[in-house]
């Protein structure tokens, strides 16, 4: 279960000050598969960046699983994106030197597990988002779509508690991006992970079971579908 | 975990292979660079050293205070009288020694057999022909005619002094000079031999008459200017203390070691060494700022990466080390092919060498190398070379590392 309460972030711009986030409130329950929705500016990468431990909220709280994650210290902050979080981000950001096999084993590698169950996670992740074959390609030798399965692949293998995905198919074709929403939605229902998802494509809020859709850093509705 | 940095960190260098090659070079140009030059002048610093005791300066010498206090006017009037007493005294001590009369004089040729007519101021170096093999090693780098003999009026050149008079053995010289007594003498001597030492100051300026000749010649019989010795310069302190108890009743005579007499030398030598550090120095500089700026794009380029991995949940202390891997890599790689460039450059050194004999011949650097510079293997610069190269690379890359990690995650991944 994750709580965000009253979570507000305002950000400096030269002279000026930027409210991104104005007194964000809401509940996520386990196995949601949710987007955040909203034109740009509106705070969707500031919500999912906070909630990933990734950004300082300047007040609120949140709760993931009971534990208030603003209260970590740096090396606390650093084990639970290790353990808990997965990411998902528009350009993909693999390691191009590593590949699609290693760039997923790689999040096993940060959680020092036996190498025999890295391999083992590794290949049926692998092969479970459409990747089979593809495993020694380098990320420069496999399609946009591929990639970001890839990223996909990297985000669960570890059985994380919540994956964050920013803007999953905004650097894809819609057909690409269509069937990168499918994965995720069938990986959801698959593993019971839970997926917090920005957008703002109307195709790809279509998927989500949950649309919160953001205004100027306010929340203006929240349907469940 | 540390394998699977060292492994990414090596795959990070594989993909930007150019650049780690140019970087690696950088640092090996450095490496080689200094294990050459250090070499070199080593050697030069061994041979100087050794020609100084074998032609110049022996292990030490006596002479009379007045002398030494104005040694660079060569004041010959300021001599040791009745020097064969105490040669005989240094002999029954069991110490090697020879004495030598120093004089100035100004050397004067006339055309027919020489091309014309001349004359240059030189130093006049009266030998004994045969105490002087006990101490120096003179006769042995005759390169034409013969040694000299006792009380003839000859004279032996250094080759390169003979070369710029266009000297040949048989031909006749003048040499004006004074007596210790202030009255002027001009010396008919002929050139029975040419000397071709491993010291350029003695082929450059070597010009060395009989000592009995020259003692008559300058008013001084039985005088010598400086009386060398020569002994075991692995037992210095007994042979000086030997030595100074011989002097101990006579206060106006010193004794001064090698060291002492070639002051000047050692003072060029340092100097040029600190030169040569410095310049060398500066090499390392440059290789030092090629790694940090290296290490800096590598860092600025992978902002989004390096934002990706923090996101990942890699702790900073991994990132540094895997970027210190990374940099100590290059550093490595650039030491390994320093080492092999500085061995080549040391072969080269030590089987050909570079001869400078031509510059040598006008010019008194100081080192008293004739011929060809060579240079010495010396594995511990080699080893430390290797290390400091490396550890230098993770040292200049501290910074960078240090500066993008500065930076927030969000910040990396919107880079």
């Keep these: 279960m994750i709580t965000i309460d009253a979570l507000v972030k305002t950000y400096r711009e030269g002279e000026s000050e930027v409210h991104a986030l104005r007194g964000v409130s809401l509940e996520i329950k386990p196995g949601e598969f949710t987007a955040i929705a909203g034109p740009s500016g509106s705070g969707k990468t500031t919500l999912l ?64 597990i036996s190498a025999k169950e890295i391999e083992s996670r590794t290949i049926a992740i692998l092969h479970e988002v459409g990747l089979k074959g593809a495993e020694n390609r380098l990320p420069s030798k496999l399609s946009g779509g591929q990639q970001q399965r890839v990223a996909i692949a990297r985000a669960l293998v570890k059985r994380p508690l919540l994956v964050l995905a920013d803007e999953p198919t905004a ?22 992970t839970t997926f917090i998802f920005s957008t703002h494509d109307p195709m790809v809020m279509l998927y989500a079971t949950r649309l919160i859709k953001l205004h100027d850093g306010l929340i203006v509705s929240d349907e469940r579908r | 975990m540390f394998r699977f940095i060292s492994q990414l960190a090596w795959k990070n260098l594989m993909r930007y292979k150019r650049r780690t090659l140019i970087t690696a070079l950088a640092i090996a140009m450095g490496i080689g660079m200094y294990i050459g030059v250090d070499s070199m002048l080593k050697s030069a610093e061994q041979e100087s050293e050794r020609n100084l005791h074998d032609f110049e300066t022996g292990s030490g010498v006596i002479t009379t205070k007045a002398y030494w206090d104005s040694k660079e006017r060569i004041p010959t009037s300021e001599y040791i ?5 105490l040669l005989q005294s240094l002999s029954d001590a069991g110490l090697q020694a020879a004495p030598r009369i120093q004089a100035q004089g100004e050397l004067i040729v006339y055309e027919d057999p020489y091309p014309v007519d001349g004359s240059m101021r030189v130093i006049l170096t009266g030998i004994d022909p045969v105490r002087d093999e006990k101490v120096f090693k003179l006769q042995k780098t005759l390169s034409k005619g013969r040694f000299l003999k006792e009380q003839n009026p000859e004279v032996i050149l250094g080759s390169w002094i003979a070369e710029k008079l266009n000297a040949d053995v048989g031909y006749p010289i003048t040499i004006v000079t004074r007596t210790v007594n202030g009255y002027m003498q001009t010396i008919d001597a002929t050139v029975v031999g040419i000397i071709d030492a491993p010291d350029p100051v003695i082929n450059r300026t070597g010009v060395y ?11 001084m019989p039985q005088g010598a200017t400086h009386i060398f010795i020569n002994f075991n310069m692995s037992n210095v302190n007994k042979n000086e203390q030997k030595i100074n108890e011989i002097l101990l009743n006579q206060p106006m005579l010193m004794y001064h070691s090698w060291e002492k007499l070639a002051e000047d030398y050692l003072a060029i030598a340092g100097a ?54 990374e940099a100590g890599l290059i550093g490595i790689i650039g030491a390994v092919f320093g080492v092999v460039l500085g061995i080549a450059f040391d072969f080269y050194l030590v089987t050909y060498g570079f001869d400078f004999s031509m510059f040598l011949k006008d010019i008194d650097i100081g080192y008293r190398v004739g011929g060809a510079f060579h240079g010495i293997w010396n594995i511990t610069t080699m080893i430390s070379c290797f290390f400091i190269g490396a550890v230098i690379a993770v040292l200049v890359s501290i910074f960078p590392v240090r500066r993008g990690l500065k930076k927030t995650i969000v910040e990396c991944l919107r880079k």
């Excluded at chain 1, 990411?87 to 693999?94: H, I, P, R, S, Y």
């Excluded at chain 1, 074709?173 to 593993?191: Q, Y």
């Excluded at chain 2, 009989?210 to 010649?217: D, K, N, R, S, V």
């Excluded at chain 2, 410095?278 to 794009?297: R, Y």
């Design chain 2, 81 to 85: 009288e009745h020097s064969n007493v």
């Design chain 1, 49 to 112: 960046n906070i909630i990933g431990l990734l950004d300082d909220a300047d007040s609120g709280k949140i709760l993931i699983d009971g534990r208030d994650i603003q209260t970590f210290s740096g090396k606390e902050r650093a084990r639970f994106r290790r353990e808990k979080l997965g990411f998902v981000f528009q350009t993909f950001n693999l390691i191009p030197v590593l590949t699609a096999y290693e760039n997923v084993a790689l999040a096993l590698n940060l959680l020092q």
């Design chain 2, 272 to 325: 040029k060494q600190k030169g040569t550090s410095f310049i060398l120095l500066l090499v390392f500089i440059i290789a030092a700022v090629g790694i940090s700026n290296t290490m800096l794009m590598a860092v600025y380029e992978r902002m989004r990466e390096l934002g990706m991995l923090r996101a990942m949940g890699m702790e900073d202390e991994d990132i540094k080390n895997l970027f210190f891997i």
């Design chain 1, 171 to 192: 650097n894809l074709d819609s057909v690409t991006g269509e069937e990168i929403m499918k994965l995720m939605l069938e990986l959801n229902k698959k593993h019971g």
């Design chain 2, 209 to 219: 008459l009989p000592l009995e000749y020259l003692q008559e010649m300058l008013e």
